[in-house]
T-cell receptor, first 115, second 113 residues
Framework: AQSVTQLGSHVSVSEGALVLLRCNYS??????LFWYVQYPNQGLQLLLK??????LVKGINGFEAEFKKSETSFHLTKPSAHMSDAAEYFC?????????????FGQGTRLTINP | KAGVTQTPRYLIKTRGQQVTLSCSPI?????VSWYQQTPGQGLQFLFE???????NKGNFPGRFSGRQFSNSRSEMNVSTLELGDSALYLC????????????FGPGTRLTVT
């Protein structure tokens, strides 16, 4: 079964430091992978997605992620954290079960930015 | 283009009651999915509707049901509410694309007392 594992339920970095949020997936077929961000009392907003082609994907707000098939990983990075990046981040994989698609989400990583 | 809208945004109900939540997808989107989000269980898939038909269903009891109308608007209903049903209920809509990118609404915060 396809699944997503996010390593670290909480990550804390200083403002201006590198942000690295880890995501590993299991999939028997080439996956479609997503990163979503959720701010307090809001829904999920798409940061970026990998479908095919270039393995380094750039998203909104300066985030990017690299698809590494050999490591089954799709880690999210940002070179310099801003206070406004404090939120919860979800990695997801698109799966097809009996002809119907759905997104399977990781447990989420709460990112805290220290001034 | 307007985003996904959900009503109401906040709801307080008493155990044993029932509740109906509404979701209007982005114009042109025919697929609507529902998720339950809780601190303990994270994001869990409830069900998906496409062209008024339930196409996919998660592992939830029969108290959770939904439907979709011809204009793609969707409702979900929870009967005989339990304290554990307190959660943020998220609706997402999508086009029939290969990657199944979903667009989320702001959610309905349900509190059961």
């Amino acid at each position: 079964a396809q699944s997503v594992t996010q390593l670290g339920s909480h990550v804390s970095v200083s403002e201006g430091a590198l942000v690295l949020l880890r995501c590993n997936y299991s999939s028997s077929v080439p996956p479609y992978l997503f990163w979503y961000v959720q701010y307090p009392n809001q829904g999920l907003q798409l940061l970026l997605k990998y479908t095919t082609g270039a393995t380094l994907v750039k998203g909104i707000n300066g985030f990017e992620a690299e698809f590494k098939k050999s490591e089954t990983s799709f880690h999210l990075t940002k070179p310099s954290a801003h206070m406004s990046d404090a939120a919860e981040y979800f990695c997801a994989v698109s799966v097809t079960i009996q002809g119907a698609q759905k997104l399977v989400f990781g447990q989420g990583t709460r990112l805290t930015i220290n001034p | 283009k307007a985003g996904v809208t959900q009503t109401p945004r906040y709801l307080i109900k008493t155990r044993g009651q029932q509740v109906t939540l509404s979701c209007s997808p982005i114009s042109g989107h025919r697929s609507v999915s529902w998720y339950q989000q809780t601190p303990g269980q994270g994001l869990q898939f409830l069900f998906e509707y496409f062209s008024e038909t339930q196409r996919n269903k998660g592992n939830f009891p029969g108290r959770f049901s939904g439907r979709q109308f011809s204009n793609s608007r969707s409702e979900m209903n929870v009967s005989t509410l339990e304290l554990g049903d307190s959660a943020l209920y998220l609706c997402a809509s999508s086009l029939p694309t290969l990657d199944y990118e979903q667009y989320f609404g702001p959610g309905t915060r349900l509190t059961v007392t």
